[in-house]
């Protein structure tokens, strides 16, 4: 069964929240689109641009073809861009916000964009964007799909990207498939040929993420293949993290349990307070420039969020004797194991 629709906070649109009839929030929508562009470009993380965010979120008619321009951009002149910042302490977001504001306005053109950004070869595109492909690029994705399957599998096969970018487009696949936007048979198939398209495959990291991601789906059929590739993988290169345990842990997960670690639908829903913590800002700073109460209760919120969220905070993996791929990382990060730790380890 489907996930019930989110409901997008938007002007106009039901579960907008009473801040879009307010007269500082009124007052933002008339910024020019320029403006607006240009405060979420190159952004200080001690000062988040909390009132061009707003003006941005409140008219995806103005914002969206900005953001499809600067998706359309490939890894390398993002990187570009990223190396020529203007001033002291200034980092290039534009691509980032670009990503989360397309999901969340479930806007279907960034389809195939966003899936060619991330179709290209080597490790750029991952590295320009962080933790965002491992945390919620398969989510990210599933809002935007607009009922072509085929790009979604060319990147599931090509044995020439980032395994996190080709996992990530497993789970995109498992998404659609519970969300019933693509059938069973059109998603098994397309697991199927991936295991028949990695033979060769070598990497352990790509076998540590791309067996368990398999196994989400949770096809008897392939059950037996799953088991016997990871048999394989281990007597050529040593033992991997997972197990057979995990595979079998797997198939018997719920539905539930596998769509709660792919899909943060409250990511999307307080999206200023997660972009604030993802780009690290002082909120007290943001706080206190804040120019009026509606904006300074909002950066009260966005304040607990960015002190809940330290990327400098050094995270030293723990030893234990065995730490399962869902379990919470012993690094204490609050990530599961494979979206943390595990990479380092492989």
């Given amino acids: 069964m489907a ?14 929240p009473d801040v ?62 990223i190396e020529k910042a203007p001033y002291d302490n200034a980092h290039y977001v534009f691509h980032v916000f670009a990503f ?11 389809w195939g964009p966003m899936l060619r950004f991330f179709s290209r070869p080597g490790d750029l595109a991952l590295d ?5 492909v491992t945390e919620d690029l398969p989510m990210l994705l599933a809002e935007v799909w607009d009922g072509d399957i085929e790009p979604l599998r060319r990147l599931i096969l090509d044995t020439r990207l980032s ?9 995109t696949l498992w998404l659609l498939l519970h969300d019933e936007k693509v059938t069973r048979d059109e998603a098994v198939a397309i697991v199927d040929e991936a295991l028949e398209a990695s033979e ?3 990497d352990p990291t790509f076998w540590s993420l791309f067996l368990m991601d398999a196994a989400q789906f949770q096809e008897p059929s392939l059950k037996a293949r799953i088991l016997a590739r990871l048999d394989r993988v281990s007597r050529i290169g040593g033992r ?35 972009m604030a913590a993802l780009l690290g800002a002082n909120a007290g700073q943001a706080r206190e420039a804040a120019g009026s109460a509606g904006e300074r209760e909002a950066m009260a919120a966005l304040e607990a969020a960015a002190e809940a969220f330290d990327p400098a905070a050094p995270r030293t993996p723990l030893r234990r004797a065995k730490v399962g791929r869902n379990d919470p990382c012993p690094c204490g990060s609050g990530k599961k194991y494979k979206k943390c730790c595990l990479r380092t380890v492989n």
């Avoid at 993380?45 to 979120?57: D, E, K, L, M």
């Avoid at 995990?246 to 709660?260: F, H, K, L, N, Q």
């Fill in 20 to 81: 879009f009839e307010e007269a500082w929030f009124k007052e933002l929508v008339g910024v020019p689109p320029e403006a607006v562009v240009r405060e979420l470009t190159y952004v200080d993380p001690a000062h988040f641009p909390s009132r061009a965010f707003v003006a941005a979120a409140a008219r995806p008619d103005m914002i969206t073809p900005y953001l499809l321009a600067e998706i359309a951009r490939s890894p390398e002149e993002i990187a570009s861009r």
């Fill in 200 to 202: 060769e495959e070598r």
């Fill in 100 to 110: 989360y504001f397309l999901a969340l306005f479930a806007e279907t053109r960034a």
């Fill in 163 to 171: 395994p996190f970018v080709r996992s990530a487009g497993m789970s």
């Fill in 128 to 132: 320009i964007t962080g933790d965002m």
């Fill in 3 to 16: 996930d019930t629709p989110r409901k997008t906070a938007q002007p106009g649109r039901p579960g907008a």
């Fill in 240 to 274: 991997l993290d997972p197990g057979p345990e995990d595979i079998e842990a797997t198939y018997g997960e719920s539905r539930e349990e596998i769509v709660g670690g792919l899909r943060h639908y409250e990511r999307l829903d307080n999206l200023s307070d997660y």
